[in-house]
Structure formats: structure tokens, C-alpha cells
T-cell receptor, first 118, second 116 residues
């Protein structure tokens, strides 16, 4: 079974609008972390935002926020005021277990290609 | 502050050959992980090295092996290459951390391997 599901293969958004990228996850471990990465055409994966399973508040990092709904097992990424430079692939990923030594394995979804239209 | 660097950036091999990819972690990091990203897919975890030992391994055959050196740099070796090994190979580094840290991985730009 897929542990990370991203159902939007591609999205087109007008510049300056907000966009929500969907991510659902599946785990039986009560301790986990959820990540969003951006991958431009250069190939490098750029870390955007993190949400821990025990975090009480939704994570925010500048224009990025994570809409964490634990009961629904969803962790959607919201980008406010989109910019042309936001055009890229976006991946949701999960680490099961606590963030300690020997447990850096991330499981990624298939990604969403976001295109910002001028 | 140097980020994660990988070499070579692109290479072409034929079936049955062997390949070695190299990675230098971000300054101050001591753990290296390798991921395979096939075209149109998300990265898949191959293995992780810490203190020169393989600590975790994903669902990859023994043809995939690695090494970590005392300076924390790492190599990924793939033997008996198959067409299906064509992919972007990403190296990621991190620091042994506690539960207060997000533990995000820092990735390099990858090595794109084409097997003909």
C-alpha cells in the first residue's frame, strides 16, 4: 500500500494566488514526521517545511504552511502569494518513528508538478 | 558553507558494467543517505551510512553497495548494471540528532545515470 499519496500530478496556478498541494499518508506508528520538498529542474531537493506527529500547531515557514489534519492523515502544503520561481515538482515525504540516530529514511510520494502562470 | 556535492553529474554506461558515484556531505554532517529517483517518480531510499557502517537499507538488491570514509564522504557502487538502473541518484546528508530537531535531509543535485 502507498504510504504517501499525492493525487495531483500537475497544477496550474495564476501568479500571486494561493495554492494547496494535497498529501495523504498511511502509518501505524504514532511517532512520525512529515516533510515537503521542492525539486526544481536542477534536480536538487530543497527542504520547505516539517510537521511532527505530536506538534500541536500547524507548521509555517514564510509563505509555506502545512495544513495538518491528523485524524484524516493529511498534510497539505499551502503556498501563499505564488511566484514564478515556485514552478517546480513538490514532494511530500514521511519518516516513521522518532527523529533519532539511525532513522533518517524518508518515504516520498510521486510528486505534484506546479506551474505558475504569469 | 558548502552544501552536498555529488559527482559525476551525468554519466552513460552499458548493461553489465559497474558504476561508482561519489558524495561529499554538507559541512558538519556525519550521516549520508542515498536515494534513487526514476523518471516521473519520487526518490526511493537505498541505504544510509553513519560511522562508516550501513545502518539502514531499503528494498534494493546486493548489486547496490556503498561505503563511507572517515571524512564522512560516501560512494555508491552499482554492479551488473541493468536498463532499469537508469535514474537520478541523490545523496542526502544529515547530522545525528535528537527528538527536538526536525532532522531534515539536505540533498545534492544528483548524478544522472543512463544505462544503454
Amino acid at each position: 500500500a502507498q504510504k504517501i499519496t499525492q493525487t495531483q500530478p500537475g497544477m496550474f496556478v495564476q501568479e500571486k494566488e494561493a495554492v494547496t498541494l494535497d498529501c495523504t499518508y498511511d502509518t501505524s506508528d504514532p511517532s512520525y514526521g512529515l516533510f515537503w520538498y521542492k525539486q526544481p529542474s536542477s534536480g536538487e531537493m530543497i527542504f520547505l517545511i516539517y510537521q511532527g506527529s505530536y506538534d500541536q500547531q500547524n507548521a509555517t515557514e514564510g509563505r509555506y504552511s502545512l495544513n495538518f489534519q491528523k485524524a484524516r492523515k493529511s498534510a497539505n502544503l499551502v503556498i501563499s502569494a505564488s511566484q514564478l520561481g515556485d514552478s517546480a515538482m513538490y514532494f511530500c515525504a514521511m519518516r516513521e518513528g522518532l527523529s533519532n540516530f539511525g532513522n533518517e529514511k524518508l518515504t516520498f510520494g510521486t510528486g505534484t508538478r506546479l506551474t505558475i502562470i504569469p | 558553507d558548502a552544501g552536498v556535492t555529488q559527482s559525476p553529474t551525468h554519466l552513460i554506461k552499458t548493461r553489465g558494467q559497474q558504476v561508482t558515484l561519489r558524495c561529499s556531505p554538507k559541512s558538519g554532517h556525519d550521516t549520508v543517505s542515498w536515494y534513487q529517483q526514476a523518471l516521473g517518480q519520487g526518490p526511493q531510499f537505498i541505504f544510509q551510512y553513519y560511522e562508516e557502517e550501513e545502518r539502514q537499507r531499503g528494498n534494493f538488491p546486493d548489486r547496490f553497495s556503498g561505503h563511507q570514509f572517515p571524512n564522512y564522504s560516501s560512494e555508491l557502487n552499482v554492479n551488473a548494471l541493468l536498463l532499469g538502473d537508469s535514474a537520478l541518484y541523490l545523496c542526502a546528508s544529515s547530522l545525528v540528532f535528537g527528538t527536538t530537531n526536525t532532522g531534515e535531509l539536505f540533498f545534492g543535485e544528483g548524478s544522472r545515470l543512463t544505462v544503454l
